[in-house]
């Protein structure tokens, strides 16, 4: 026959203690970081960001103001409406 003791099994954290507090805890640091993170991805690596708008500005203002007068000048010159479909045996 089996002896029965009185023996207590070892305490188990998890069923004698609340782990609300540290997951508490490690939840508002996962958000605290989620915000870091998208702060220095948006705003902090990333000074060179604003150049490249004030250049992507600029150079579409001067393309623009290109267009006309190389049009002009491929008329002149005998070149084809490159918007033009320059293909013959296609239907149009």
Do not use: C
Not at 19 to 45: H, K, M, R
Not at 54 to 80: C, H, M, N, W
Request: hydrophobic fraction near 35%; proline fraction near 10%.
């Amino acid at each position: 026959m089996p002896e029965t003791s009185s023996h207590q099994p070892d305490q188990d954290p998890v069923v004698s203690s609340s782990l609300s507090v540290p997951l508490l805890i490690s939840a508002l640091l996962l958000v605290l970081v989620l915000f870091w993170s998208l702060y220095d991805e948006l705003y902090g690596q990333r000074p060179w960001k604003n150049y490249q708008e004030q250049f992507v500005k600029r150079y579409t203002s001067l393309i623009k103001k290109q267009l006309p007068t190389q049009a002009e000048q491929d008329a002149l010159l005998g070149y084809d409406d490159p918007t033009r479909d320059s293909d013959p045996t296609r239907d149009p």
